[in-house]
């Protein structure tokens, strides 16, 4: 197996196929290091001994099979006092069947890689989420405005109505815990669509009665909420022809975390919770309508609670891709294991079989 040059150590990532029930195509995937990560509880721990640093973060690289050709790589966040680092990887392909195996590099000797990972806005990050994404928001902005991942031009969300507590405990590193009224949106950025998906992980303080919108596009273009005429009611509504298009699912809405999607595929609007469909899918007709820019959270049709990892894209999602994401966010898509160092192969030998004397 080659090794990328310029580093020393590696861990061998593996994605079963057992929760993923069609082939993913450019699909980020949830790296989470740390002392228990991953489907076994994997102790990453040896990659903070190795960097030391929250300098050193990028002299890491995420690699293909075959150990050299890289994969975009997004830093959420990157802590090396705590030992703890979330990062997104967008991988070209994710089988349905047998297993998809990715190579983690990491040596504090290595050049800065910044080519192929970033922080959130650098272009290796932006590249991370190329694929139909209009907007991500990873939610563990410290202040004003949030900003998207994507290369959508001027997402930037300013907070108003007051200040949220950021960085609060979250889904996937850090979310925001909204109060009351307070909202964060712009009206500048054009939405043009033909289909839609709208996501978000959601933990409210109190599920009563009471319409809360989790996120809307533009004017209504799509919106996902809690609403009032039902117990625990979950709602999607889309906007074809200048008409809002509704569907409703009873006794859905808690305050456990819950990760919630509605999709438009330009016939059929389907909506989920927790990567499961809910509700009868409607076909409502029309065309989706256009206009500009989105809103986290409502003014006046406010929920208090934990908002995490929001994302909108100008596809409709399938519900292996849907289930892919519930996954990889709860750190179960994958595990890892620590892979033997180049130090220990021969000389310039970069194939080998393991003989084993029982």
């Known amino acids: 197996m080659a090794w990328l040059a310029g580093f020393t150590k590696r861990l061998k990532i593996t994605i079963p196929s057992d929760d993923v029930d069609s082939t993913l195509t450019d699909f980020p995937i949830l790296l989470k290091l740390s002392t228990d990560c991953g489907l076994t509880g994997f102790d990453a721990s040896l990659v903070f001994d190795e960097l030391t640093l929250d300098a050193n973060r990028f002299k890491i690289a995420v690699t293909a099979s075959d150990g050299t050709t890289q ?11 705590s030992e703890i680092a979330w990062l997104w990887v967008k ?5 349905a069947t047998g297993k998809t195996e990715l190579y983690f590099y990491y040596d504090s000797t290595a050049s800065d890689n910044t080519t192929y990972v970033g922080d959130i806005g650098a272009a290796p990050a932006q590249n ?8 991500v928001f ?21 907070v108003s109505g007051g200040t949220p507590t950021f960085a609060a405990p979250a889904k996937v590193a850090e979310a925001v815990d909204w109060g009351s009224s307070q909202v964060a949106g712009q009206g500048v950025t054009g939405f043009t669509a033909s289909n839609v998906t709208v996501e978000s992980w959601v933990k409210q303080d109190s599920a009563a009665t009471a ?39 009873n006794n859905q809405v808690d305050t456990d975390w819950a990760y919630w999607a509605g999709t438009w595929d ?3 609007q389907r909506m989920y919770k927790d990567a499961s469909e809910i509700g009868t899918p409607n076909v409502p007709g029309g065309t989706l309508d256009t206009g500009a820019g989105m809103s986290i959270n409502s003014g006046s049709e406010n929920f208090e609670g934990l908002q995490d990892e929001i994302r909108i894209s100008t596809a409709a999602r399938p519900e292996s ?7 990889t966010c709860n750190d179960t898509l994958l595990y890892m294991e620590e892979d033997v160092t180049e130090a220990d192969w021969l000389g310039t030998w970069d194939q080998r079989i393991a003989i084993t004397i029982d």
Do not use: C
């Open 71 to 81: 994969r975009y790589v997004e830093i959420e966040k990157w802590d090396d006092s």
């Open 91 to 95: 991988v070209p392909s994710v089988a």
């Open 128 to 135: 991370v989420w190329s694929n139909n994404f209009w907007a």
């Open 138 to 158: 990873h939610m563990g902005d410290t202040s004003s405005p949030f900003v998207s991942s994507t290369t959508t031009s001027g997402l930037d969300l300013n």
């Open 211 to 249: 319409v809360r919108r989790y996120v809307t596009v533009s004017s209504e273009i799509a919106v996902i909420r809690q609403d009032s005429g039902g117990t625990g009611q979950f709602k999607f509504y889309i906007k074809t022809g200048g008409t809002i298009k509704a569907m409703t699912s």
């Open 266 to 268: 330009g016939t059929t």
């Open 321 to 327: 891709w849907l289930k892919a994401t519930y996954y």
